[in-house]
């Protein structure tokens, strides 16, 4: 017997929350996986991070059937949100400051990566992570960034925007063995003088 419209429509009506729900977990448990491992690195027991996010370990692993699946998903919504940062930055703040938001943003990018060294590189030697176009899409961020400090004089004309992904890159590495965020801090402010016209320096 086919059931009427109304019922219909109020079953539709409560499978929504449940599907809000669910995104709502998988955003958490990706949330607190990235500061886990950004601490402590990808060891940590997926039964704790299920705790944290105040969910069982059934709906961590119907999310993440694999601790793999869920270090690819921490890295995809790491670069999505500092790859699509730059124009929230540019509304808020002057180029230049913008600029140097943004590094300190890539900075926590690259601890999350550390973190999560081992898996990303299966992930990437499988295919899964595609490291070219992690790089294009960070330098793209930095390319709208200079395009509006050139266009206000706030930053340097020609520099190019892979030259500062190089040199950002060079930093991280530099660092990553001290683990001194203040000396991050310091060459990121370096770099950021380097890249302002010289008559505002």
Known sequence: MT???????????TQRPLRAHARRNRDNLIAVARAAF???GDTV???SLAREAGVGI????RHFPTREA???AVYAAELDDIATSAPALLERFPPQIALRAWME????FTAVKRGMADALRAGQASGRIPTSTTRERITTAIATILAKGAKTGALRADVHPDEVTT??????LATAARDTPEQTGRLLDLLLDA?????VR
Do not use: N, Q
Not at 105 to 108: G, I, Q, V
């Open 58 to 61: 059934g709906t961590l692993y």
């Open 45 to 47: 027991p997926l039964e």
């Open 167 to 172: 040199m950002l890159l060079g930093i991280f």
């Open 105 to 108: 943003r890539y900075a926590a």
């Open 70 to 72: 869920l270090v690819e």
């Open 3 to 13: 059931p009427p419209e109304s019922a219909s429509a109020d079953t539709s009506a």
């Open 195 to 199: 890249l302002l016209p010289r008559a």
């Open 38 to 40: 950004a601490a402590a």
